[in-house]
T-cell receptor, first 111, second 115 residues
């Protein structure tokens, strides 16, 4: 059965720290993996990863996919209190329309 | 920046009543989706819609659920006879291209409370 597991489930760090969030998957006919940030309401799109080993960056955030070891990481450097959120990863399988979400990592940045 | 808008933000309904949740997707998007998130649980896929028909649906999306794009801008989710377990946050999403080619962008959600 296809599954996606995020770790850790919860993380508390101080402002300025660097964090690494993990998303492991076991998926037949994998197509892509996406990262979203969920604050109070809407999941906000961060990255979409389809190819292995190619880092995607947006400001202090970056992400990479390893299709051999079946995981992705999301890095956030120089964290700020505004980075506090639940970070969701989701996979898509070939030919499907739906995103299948993990349970999320709750990140808290303390000043 | 264009965004997906959902109304109402909160809906309270008696069990057994019909409810319609409304969404205005991003204007040039062609693919539309509904997801739900029960409090404390994962975001779950309900249905995808393209070219005026359902392209995929989950087991949750039974005969009590329906979707419609009644005009060029709105996308609605109807629950015919609500149950207590339908209480959840319902998210609408839209995409410029097919899932796998383009990301889905989510609205702020409608919190549905069934009494």
């Amino acid at each position: 059965e296809d599954k996606v597991v995020q770790s850790p489930l919860s993380l508390v760090v101080h402002e300025g720290d660097t964090v690494t969030l993990n998303c492991s998957y076991e998926v037949t006919n994998f197509r892509s993996l996406l990262w979203y940030k969920q604050e109070k309401k809407a999941p906000t799109f961060l990255f979409m990863l389809t190819s292995s080993g190619i880092e995607k960056k947006s400001g202090r955030l970056s992400s990479i996919l390893d299709k051999k070891e079946l995981f992705s990481i999301l890095n956030i450097t120089a964290t700020q209190t505004g980075d506090s959120a639940v970070y969701l990863c989701a996979y898509i399988i070939q030919g499907a329309q739906k995103l299948v979400f993990g349970q999320g990592t709750r990140l808290t940045i303390n000043p | 920046e264009p965004e997906v808008t959902q109304t109402p933000s909160h809906q309270v309904t008696q069990m057994g009543q019909e409810v319609i949740l409304r969404c205005v997707p991003i204007s040039n998007h062609l693919y539309f989706y509904w997801y739900r998130q029960i409090l404390g649980q994962k975001v779950e896929f309900l249905v995808s819609f393209y070219n005026n028909e359902i392209s995929e649906k989950s087991e949750i999306f039974d005969d009590q659920f329906s979707v419609e794009r009644p005009d060029g801008s709105n996308f609605t989710l109807k629950i015919r006879s609500t149950k207590l377990e339908d209480s959840a946050m319902y998210f609408c999403a839209s995409g410029e291209g097919a899932t796998g080619n383009q990301p889905q962008h989510f609205g702020d959600g409608t919190r549905l409370s069934i009494l």
